[in-house]
């Protein structure tokens, strides 16, 4: 059973345009939904994260909308650099605890 | 610059032989875990411990995978025996409270 589906499973955008992944869960004891930010050959990096109780956050050009009652979380990134080129996973837990992780969203930003 | 490390950072061996992976986590985190990383699968979590208890280990094959923490500063991984299944990327990760920092893992290649 998959807790944690994300689409697309491969993106491209041009530089300077937005970068939508969305993913959707099924298990409402999640309550902390981080993106992470892997390049090939390193481990994942945490790039934001939200809690239930809001509906957005922001950080620089990356930023998470969630919609609890769709149970459906987002993330944007705004004005795409090729640096942003990278596997992108969101993931859900309850609170502390072990990550279940999307199958990741392979996205290529074209220069 | 606090970091997750990781040990060995490629390990290549043949089916049957015992694979231990070795993870020091950051200072001060009290909480470790062990994912593993496949094409077919992505990111899965194996096991984890907080202040060295073992929390769930319910995502490892129990027949072949053991994990232990002997003190605060080492946690290890060990396979035995492995098989070809068991090639993939295993990921630990260190946490203080619900963020997680991942090391750079540990290519497995079982022949």
């Known amino acids: 059973q998959q807790q944690v589906k994300q689409s697309p499973q491969s993106l491209i955008v041009q530089k300077g345009g937005i970068s939508i992944i969305n993913c959707a869960y099924e298990?409402?004891?999640?309550?902390?939904f981080p993106w992470y930010q892997q390049f090939p050959g390193k481990g994942p990096a945490l790039l934001i994260a939200?809690?239930?109780?809001?509906s957005e956050k922001k950080e620089g050009r990356f930023t998470i909308s969630f919609n609890k009652s769709a149970k459906q979380f987002s993330l944007h990134i705004m004005d795409s650099q090729p640096g942003d080129s990278a596997t992108y996973f969101c993931?859900?837990?309850?609170?502390?605890?072990?990550?279940?992780f999307g199958k990741g969203t392979h996205l290529i930003i074209q220069p | 610059d606090a970091r997750v490390t990781q040990t060995p950072r490629d390990k290549v061996t043949e089916m049957g032989q015992e694979v231990t992976m070795r993870c020091q986590p950051i200072?001060?985190?009290?909480?470790v875990f062990w994912y593993r990383q496949t094409m077919k699968q992505g990111l899965e979590l194996l096991a984890y411990?907080?202040?060295?208890?073992?929390?769930?280990d319910s995502g490892m094959p129990k027949d072949r995978f053991s994990a232990e923490m002997p003190d605060a500063t080492l946690a290890t991984l060990k396979i035995q025996p492995s098989e070809p299944r068991d090639s993939a990327v295993y990921f630990c990760?260190?946490?203080?409270?619900?963020?997680?920092?991942f090391g750079p893992g540990t290519r497995l290649l079982v022949l």
């Open positions: 993931a859900a837990s309850g609170g502390a605890d072990g990550l279940t």
């Open positions: 298990n409402t004891a999640f309550d902390y």
């Open positions: 939200i809690r239930p109780d809001v």
């Open positions: 200072l001060g985190h009290n909480t």
């Open positions: 411990f907080r202040n060295r208890a073992p929390l769930d």
């Open positions: 990760a260190s946490a203080r409270e619900e963020t997680q920092y």
